[in-house]
């Protein structure tokens, strides 16, 4: 999203208020910023530009004798005027040193990822496991439960396991269905469901049918758009005095309880690489319009990715947040991308 050009003095007087802002959650008034912002500008001119700034759409004046709060367009310039930073040198060495304790599992790694973004944002931490756009077969086993039952046992790419239960037409001993997914496995090891349904092969009935449950599991596995992600920091954005009215509060909540939050936060164009902000009414449900979202992909783009999100109120401390999602989208990323025998690069850009 483009940044409209203000006057470098106004720019300066608007960010010294969206920073006040977010630190007190009280309106600023000009007194204040001539008192303690220093930046060489008599009250009468501040003054001036905070009217010029209200009446541009920058601020909100809350009660006529009140001070300014930021709108949405003012933290809009506010995030745009933030330049890169990274996360601080020892706060990078604590978290690659707490995910080397945990175990090598993507629940593991996604939920730990959620519990160190809640409590380094100091807002709620959306995490969703990844997940492939199309998921390929790594390996398939069949083990045979009682005549023609069998369980079927398929790993893909990523580390994903899937079990179900499958009838044959017609009993089948353990060491046929070990020739059976020795065979789909030489064949299939690699491929799409779609790759597969489409390969043309000399296959026996039972071989056949073997193929149509591999088909069938991974096809479900390919249409579950949005997983349920792993949630963290509830009882940070409680805290936070914009939701103390139940009604915004309990919007949230219907959102929780029918699994759309993911859904909701992840803009029609979220782009595969570097961090974005939705500030506001930039946010296309109105559940959430109140909030600010900080999001970015993780992975391995075209083959398996996530999402790591912040949600917060739109006085969140942007500075702070947006290097901590930059970071731990980073560290997830090369963590899954092992998974796959992968290298990505240790640094993504910030948006």
Same mark, same amino acid.
Request: aromatic content about 6%.
């Given at each position: 999203?483009?940044?409209?050009?203000?006057?470098?003095?106004?720019?300066?007087?608007?960010?010294?208020?969206?920073?006040?802002?977010?630190?007190?959650?009280?309106?600023?008034?000009?007194?204040?910023?001539?008192?303690?912002?220093?930046?060489?500008?008599?009250?009468?001119?501040?003054?001036?530009?905070?009217?010029?700034?209200?009446?541009?759409?920058?601020?909100?004046?809350?009660?006529?004798?009140?001070?300014?709060?930021?709108?949405?367009?003012?933290?809009?310039?506010?995030?745009?005027?933030?330049?890169?930073?990274?996360?601080?040198?020892?706060?990078?060495?604590?978290?690659?040193?707490?995910?080397?304790?945990?175990?090598?599992?993507?629940?593991?790694?996604?939920?730990?990822?959620?519990?160190?973004?809640?409590?380094?944002?100091?807002?709620?931490?959306?995490?969703?496991?990844?997940?492939?756009?199309?998921?390929?077969?790594?390996?398939?086993?069949?083990?045979?439960?009682?005549?023609?039952?069998?369980?079927?046992?398929?790993?893909?790419?990523?580390?994903?396991?899937?079990?179900?239960?499958?009838?044959?037409?017609?009993?089948?001993?353990? =060491? &046929?269905?070990?020739?059976? *997914?020795?065979? !789909?496995?030489?064949?299939?090891? $690699? /491929?799409?469901? #779609?790759? +597969? @349904?489409?390969?043309?092969?000399?296959?026996?009935?039972?071989?056949?049918?073997?193929?149509?449950?591999?088909?069938?599991?991974?096809?479900?596995?390919?249409?579950?758009?949005?997983?349920?992600?792993?949630?963290?920091?509830?009882?940070?954005?409680?805290?936070?005095?914009?939701?103390?009215?139940?009604?915004?509060?309990?919007?949230?909540?219907?959102?929780?309880?029918?699994?759309?939050?993911?859904?909701?936060?992840?803009?029609?164009?979220?782009?595969?690489?570097?961090?974005?902000?939705?500030?506001?009414?930039?946010?296309?449900?109105?559940?959430?319009?109140?909030?600010?979202?900080?999001?970015?992909?993780?992975?391995?783009?075209?083959?398996?990715?996530?999402?790591?999100?912040?949600?917060?109120?739109?006085?969140?401390?942007?500075?702070?947040?947006? =290097? &901590?999602?930059?970071?731990? *989208?980073?560290? !997830?990323?090369?963590?899954?991308? $092992? /998974?796959?025998? #992968?290298? +990505? @690069?240790?640094?993504?850009?910030?948006?």
């Amino acid at each position: 999203m483009e940044i409209e050009m203000i006057a470098a003095r106004s720019g300066k007087i608007l960010n010294y208020i969206v920073g006040q802002y977010i630190a007190r959650a009280v309106p600023v008034p000009s007194q204040v910023i001539a008192d303690e912002a220093r930046l060489g500008i008599s009250p009468a001119t501040i003054r001036n530009e905070m009217a010029l700034l209200e009446s541009e759409g920058y601020l909100i004046r809350p009660h006529t004798s009140a001070g300014c709060i930021p709108s949405d367009k003012g933290y809009r310039h506010y995030v745009g005027s933030i330049e890169a930073v990274n996360l601080p040198w020892e706060e990078q060495r604590l978290i690659s040193h707490t995910f080397h304790q945990v175990e090598k599992e993507v629940e593991a790694w996604v939920s730990l990822t959620a519990t160190l973004l809640a409590k380094l944002a100091q807002n709620v931490a959306v995490v969703s496991l990844p997940k492939s756009t199309d998921c390929k077969l790594k390996h398939m086993e069949l083990i045979s439960v009682q005549d023609a039952r069998a369980l079927s046992i398929v790993v893909l790419e990523g580390a994903k396991v899937k079990q179900q239960l499958v009838t044959f037409d017609e009993t089948v001993s353990q =060491p &046929t269905l070990t020739i059976v *997914s020795g065979k !789909l496995n030489s064949e299939y090891n $690699g /491929l799409t469901a #779609r790759q +597969i @349904s489409e390969k043309k092969l000399e296959l026996t009935p039972l071989e056949k049918q073997a193929t149509d449950f591999l088909i069938e599991i991974m096809k479900a596995e390919d249409s579950q758009e949005y997983q349920e992600p792993y949630l963290e920091g509830w009882h940070f954005i409680l805290n936070q005095p914009e939701f103390a009215h139940s009604e915004q509060m309990s919007s949230l909540m219907e959102l929780v309880e029918r699994r759309g939050l993911l859904k909701v936060i992840v803009p029609s164009k979220l782009s595969p690489h570097g961090v974005q902000v939705i500030i506001g009414n930039e946010n296309k449900d109105v559940a959430i319009q109140n909030c600010s979202v900080v999001i970015c992909r993780y992975g391995l783009p075209e083959e398996a990715t996530g999402t790591i999100a912040v949600l917060g109120p739109t006085r969140m401390p942007y500075s702070r947040t947006i =290097p &901590t999602v930059d970071y731990l *989208s980073s560290v !997830l990323g090369q963590l899954v991308a $092992g /998974l796959y025998g #992968r290298e +990505i @690069s240790g640094e993504q850009d910030m948006k």
